[in-house]
Nanobody, 120 residues
Framework: QVQLVESGGGLVQAGGSLRLSCAVSGSIFTADTMAWYRQAPGKQRELVAGITSAGRTNYADSVKGRFTISRDNAENTVYLQMNSLKPEDTAVYYC??????????????WGQGTQVTVSS
């Protein structure tokens, strides 16, 4: 079965950097669109950044210029490089990927979430 395995979260001081990784396992197909979402306590889950299989990216306004999403299609892995982190970036970060099934349907999968905490 398809699973998304995340890594890279942790505790960092404001102004610091972290890099998140998310690997798709259990599929022979390259993931279609991949993305990172985050959810802070008491808030709705929001899109942080997305990237298509062709490499086109989009970002939330709040992270533009600080975060960079990238992917390695050969490894079916997506990354999120987070620089100049702010306390308001504190949240659980979730990886999301649209993966094609054997019958060609696109199925949406979520990672288990990784905590990012930025101290002031």
């Amino acid at each position: 079965q398809v699973q998304l395995v995340e890594s890279g979260g942790g505790l960092v001081q404001a102004g610091g950097s972290l890099r998140l990784s998310c690997a798709v396992s259990g599929s022979i197909f390259t993931a279609d669109t991949m993305a990172w979402y985050r959810q802070a306590p008491g808030k709705q889950r929001e899109l942080v950044a997305g990237i298509t299989s062709a490499g086109r990216t989009n970002y939330a306004d709040s992270v533009k210029g600080r975060f960079t999403i990238s992917r390695d299609n050969a490894e079916n892995t997506v990354y999120l490089q987070m620089n100049s982190l702010k306390p308001e970036d504190t949240a659980v970060y979730y990886c999301n990927a649209a993966v094609r099934a054997a019958d060609s349907r696109l199925i949406n999968y979520w990672g288990q979430g990784t905590q990012v905490t930025v101290s002031s």
